[in-house]
């Protein structure tokens, strides 16, 4: 099946700083998503992007839709401690249409 | 816009009991709602999907007769975790489908954490 491989798994940074994660895959998707999910809560929806080389911003998160349609990548500028989460990439289409592929997650630690 | 709600948020049972969990769209319409099942510290596992008004279907390895899963109108599915055990101990998400296009956006509701003692 459709795998995707979400790097870095954890990152510990400084109030202030740039955040960058993203994903790959060794298959195409149609959409690409981004979610955070807080402890014990269902993920949220940050951004969505359906089509290839799509740039979108949200207030001080921007990602983009990749070329290829393998790969995905969030930024999150001035990281604030509420930012602290996990963050999925999710993708749709491809051999698993109709249904999401999640990333691995990767853990945000905001040190005030 | 886009809210969807789960009840419980959580439950503990004993184990031999049957659970339900219930998954909403709040303000929209969805002909296709998601359960998927997440371990600690680990991403979402898809269990099923949930088509309004057919049979559910599963995904490989996940046992039909145990986690049982009616879509019975466009804003409400339920799930049952049937003769519940400690393995099935988990926090279940459900998803909802904002249109009839399978690529339109899944938004997630706010998790059961069920604990089977």
């Known amino acids: 099946g459709q795998q995707l491989n979400q790097s870095p798994q954890s990152m510990f940074i400084q109030e202030g700083e740039d955040v960058s994660m993203n994903c790959t895959s060794s298959s195409i998707f149609n959409t690409w998503l981004w979610y955070k999910q807080d402890p014990g809560e269902g993920p949220v929806l940050l951004i969505a992007?359906?089509?290839?080389?799509e740039l979108t911003s949200n207030g001080r998160l921007t990602a983009q839709f990749g070329i290829t349609r393998k790969d995905s990548f969030l930024n999150i500028s001035a990281s604030i401690p509420s930012d602290v989460g996990i963050y999925f990439c999710?993708?749709?289409?491809?051999?698993?249409?109709?249904?999401?592929?999640f990333g691995q997650g990767t853990i945000l630690t905001v040190h005030p | 816009g886009a809210v969807v709600s789960q009840h419980p948020s959580w439950v503990i049972c004993k184990s031999g009991t049957s659970v339900k969990i219930e998954c909403r769209s709040l303000d929209f319409q969805a002909t296709t709602m998601f359960w998927y099942r997440q371990f600690p510290k680990q991403s979402l596992m898809l269990m099923a999907t949930s088509n309004e008004g057919s049979k559910a279907t599963y995904e490989q390895g996940v046992e039909k007769d145990k986690f049982l899963i009616n879509h019975a109108s466009l804003t409400l599915s339920t799930l049952t975790v049937t003769s519940a055990h400690p393995e099935d101990s988990s926090f279940y998400i459900c998803?909802?489908?904002?249109?009839?296009?399978?690529?339109?956006?899944?938004?997630f509701g706010p998790g059961t954490r069920l604990t089977v003692l």
């Open positions: 998803s909802a489908r904002i249109g009839p296009d399978l690529t339109d956006t899944q938004y």
């Open positions: 992007l359906y089509k290839a080389g």
């Open positions: 999710a993708g749709s289409g491809g051999t698993s249409y109709g249904k999401l592929t």
